[in-house]
């Protein structure tokens, strides 16, 4: 096993970083840092490309994984025919997340039973090294963006829903989470339209992916009126209808040419 970080921090990072792997000689340690950031796509290419393991695993400094998480993760990968797996969410500390990534699991259950699931989940994501294909520059969803080329590469992407990883989250700053998400899910999908109805890509190209184009990109179009009309009085309408509004506001944002690489941490969720 080897750790691999990837870092642009300005705070005391590096310098616990080496003083707790200092006296240890496993697992090996390879730190990349620099001081001027360049976005999330950028990072992970430059971690990926230095990890030289069969399984690479993804997360992110602010996740617990569950004790049992890796084991399961490379258990996953006994059936030759899966090329990446992300896990089951748990978060912490925001009751609507927890509503939201509960009913999102249960989508991604049923369309790894179909095929494959579109979103890999960045606080969890294991994949074979050997179908890495670098990152977009400016890509907005950079986890979501690994399981979709190795989809196209022939391998199935799975949710496995004994990898449980913890994450805090926060009603304060939530919001702004979800609209740089949902922008980052819409361009993705966009740029991938390719397979809308492909046969080539089985369950995959049928009903996958334009099950999520449509939800993402088409029914925010078609509620509008109605989803302009409950943001104009603050009313966010139960978890689907609110997650329809931050996904117009992302396509929004996208149209505006507001959405950035840079993800800003929030100050309620890592205070």
């Known amino acids: 096993m080897e750790i691999v ?5 300005d705070d005391r990072t590096v310098e616990l970083i080496e003083e707790y792997f200092r006296q240890r000689r496993d697992p090996k340690l390879i730190l990349h840092h620099e001081d001027e950031r360049k976005g999330v796509a950028y990072a992970d290419n430059v971690g990926f490309s230095s990890a030289s393991g069969d399984i690479i695993v993804r997360t992110d400094a602010d996740v617990l994984l569950h004790v049992d998480a890796l084991i399961h993760a490379v258990n996953s990968f006994r059936d030759g025919r899966i090329g990446c797996v992300t896990g089951r969410p748990s978060p912490l500390g925001s009751p609507d997340e927890k509503k939201y990534r509960d009913i999102n ?6 369309e790894s039973r179909i095929d494959s699931t579109l979103i890999a989940h960045g ?7 050997e179908l890495f294909r670098p990152i977009n520059q400016d890509s907005l ?6 399981s979709i ?8 992407c799975i949710l496995n829903p004994e990898i449980i990883f913890y994450e805090k989250t926060s009603e304060e700053g939530r919001g702004e989470q979800k609209i740089r998400r949902a922008s980052g899910m819409i361009r993705l999908l966009w740029r991938n339209k390719t397979f809308l109805f492909n046969p080539m890509y089985g369950g995959y190209g049928m009903i996958v992916f334009p099950f999520n184009f449509f939800v993402m ?13 409950l943001m104009a009085f603050g009313i966010g309408g139960g978890t689907l209808l609110e997650t329809e509004q931050f996904l117009l506001k992302g396509m929004y944002r996208l149209i505006s040419k507001k959405a950035t690489v840079y993800w800003e941490p929030d100050k309620y969720i890592r205070s």
Do not use: H, M
């Open 105 to 110: 699991t249960k989508i991604q259950e049923w």
């Open 5 to 9: 970080i990837s870092d642009s921090s």
């Open 141 to 146: 969803a950079d986890d979501s963006e690994i």
């Open 149 to 156: 080329n190795i989809r196209r590469q022939g391998y199935r």
């Open 217 to 229: 990109i088409v029914l925010p179009i078609i509620l509008s009126p109605l989803l302009l009309l």
């Open 123 to 129: 606080p969890f994501t294991a994949f074979r090294r």
